[in-house]
């Protein structure tokens, strides 16, 4: 999605751009809007972009592959300016974006390993009172 030439599709269009088959549009759709963090949808709810790419400018010239002065621009054909999109991140910013999603899930596994402490506990007591219980009923 960083490195696109452009930076906005469809989910059909990203599910076949990042696993090769459109007709898992519907989860590739779950998965963007499950993360606010990292992808904007549009408007419409129809399209989406990862956020880092939204911040650029729309100067890149996707057939020229160079990134347009403010001049070139709006001397462009209404025409043209539809093969423009937003630049595309570099190999560091991808990273970042990388390490971010990967902290994130670490966190986030941690939580879930956190909130289960009880667990252990509560079977270690609920076993000594049921076999107080036994211990009981057989004496």
Known sequence: ??????????????????????RLAEYWKGVLSEHPEFFRLDADREKASLVWRRQHQKRF??????????DDFHELSDEEKARVSRIPLTSSE???????????????????????????????????LVGALIHSWAA
């Open 1 to 22: 999605m960083g490195t696109y030439k452009f930076y906005k599709l469809d989910f059909a269009g990203w599910a076949d751009r990042i696993s090769g088959d459109s």
């Open 61 to 70: 010239h996707v057939d020229a592959e160079k990134t347009l002065s403010k």
């Open 94 to 128: 991808i990273g970042t974006l990388v390490q971010t999603a990967i902290n994130l899930h670490a966190r986030a596994l941690e939580q879930k390993t956190d909130s289960r402490w009880w667990i252990v506990g509560f079977f270690g007591i609920l076993g000594a």
